[in-house]
């Protein structure tokens, strides 16, 4: 309004026959920054009445100006077309934004949300007589804080452990539920399976019931202590399935490493009639089991052979530190460079050893 004003009392001013009213085209598309629709229209209206009542001031309607004060009210409407097409342009920007505004806090609010509960459900191992265990979790540092890759570790028995780790493809809320579920309908399977091999077989009729069709991954062992006794002969006996899952790897006391490779079988849920193998080997005092995800050993630009002969090197260099420090060190210089969720379950047998003084460990792969 004060610029309606303004070039109004600005035509007074100059005199009659000093045309400047023309100028109050600019009064509708300054409304169209600020204001909104109907207040730009009605700008454009008074402006134009306004520019009209001027023209009789200033003698614009003789047969040698009326021409002239024609195409200046006709400049004046289209000004005003103009700035109420541009006030509803921005309207309708200013409520795009909004609503994508609205939705990226519901979104981040969700996936925190998310985040929480699948840091819930990675929950520290529990204590497990005459075994160590240590777990860690990397997120992929290109996506949200929440991903597919869980590990899981629960007693059986008084002497046998049940040692799990998975992945399910995705790094976004749909792939931790999906991880959600696949790690509860695994503990429920595990309470009457009889075998590594059953615990999978069930899972994979539990998708297909349930129509899961995500990629997922997964090992299941079970590491049994009553075969001799903790120092007593062979320590445990490591049993495993692998359901399209990287290899677990043993470490020895000597620092040498197997890589528990077998004939691949499918993922889960692929088919639910799948045949799913037992693999078992003897464990001594002192030997480390390691479970990890592609995460670890899948990096861009990378082989795969290579990045396992680090993984596998870095576990002979650290064999003799505490499980915590070698767990610590796998990851170290990790974050915030994986592209891919990192899980790792290690397990020893024997008690904790005091502390060595650690050598010098090969950097990943770059």
């Known amino acids: 309004m004060s610029v309606l004003i303004t070039f109004t009392l600005l035509d007074f001013a100059v005199g009659r026959g000093q045309v400047v009213f023309g100028l109050l085209v600019i009064v509708p598309l300054v409304a169209a920054f600020v204001l909104g629709r109907r207040a730009t229209a009605a700008y454009a209206v008074v402006a134009l009445v306004a520019a009209a009542l001027l023209g009789v001031y200033n003698w614009q309607y003789t047969p040698q100006a009326i021409d002239t004060q024609v195409i200046r009210l006709v400049g004046i409407a289209l000004g005003g077309v103009i700035a109420v097409a541009g006030c509803t342009v921005r309207l309708r920007n200013e409520a795009r934004l909004a609503t994508a505004s609205a939705q990226a806090v519901t979104t981040q609010q969700a996936l925190k949300l998310t985040e929480v509960l699948q840091r819930s459900l990675l929950t520290d191992p529990a204590p497990s007589p005459g075994l160590q265990v240590a777990v860690r979790y990397l997120p992929a540092t290109r996506h949200a ?68 069709t995500t990629l997922t991954t997964a ?116 974050a915030g460079q994986v592209d891919d969720d990192v899980a790792v379950l290690a397990v020893r047998l024997g008690p904790a050893r005091p502390h060595r003084s650690p050598s010098v460990s090969e950097a990943p792969p770059a």
């Open 145 to 212: 804080q929440i991903g597919g890759d869980w590990y899981d570790t629960f007693p059986l028995s008084p002497s046998t452990t049940m040692l799990v780790i998975g992945d399910v493809a995705g790094h976004d809320a749909p792939a931790a539920a999906t991880m959600a579920q696949a790690r509860g309908m695994l503990r429920a399977i595990a309470t009457t399976a009889t075998s590594p091999a059953a615990v999978l077989s069930g899972l994979d009729h539990a998708f297909a019931v349930l129509g899961i």
């Open 219 to 334: 090992v299941v062992a079970t590491l049994d202590t009553s075969s001799g006794g903790i120092g007593a002969g062979p320590a445990a006996v490591l049993r495993w399935s692998n359901a399209g899952h990287p290899p677990p790897v043993v470490v020895c006391a000597d620092g040498s490493t197997t890589l528990l490779e077998r004939r691949p079988e499918l993922l889960l849920g692929v088919r639910p009639d799948t045949s799913r193998t037992d693999h078992q080997v003897a464990l001594n005092p002192g030997e480390t089991v390691v479970l990890y995800t592609d995460g670890l050993v899948e990096r861009r630009g990378v082989e795969l052979d290579q990045s396992t002969s680090w993984l596998l090197a870095h576990l002979r260099h650290g064999h003799d530190r505490p499980l915590e420090h070698l767990v610590d060190q796998l990851l170290d210089g990790m």
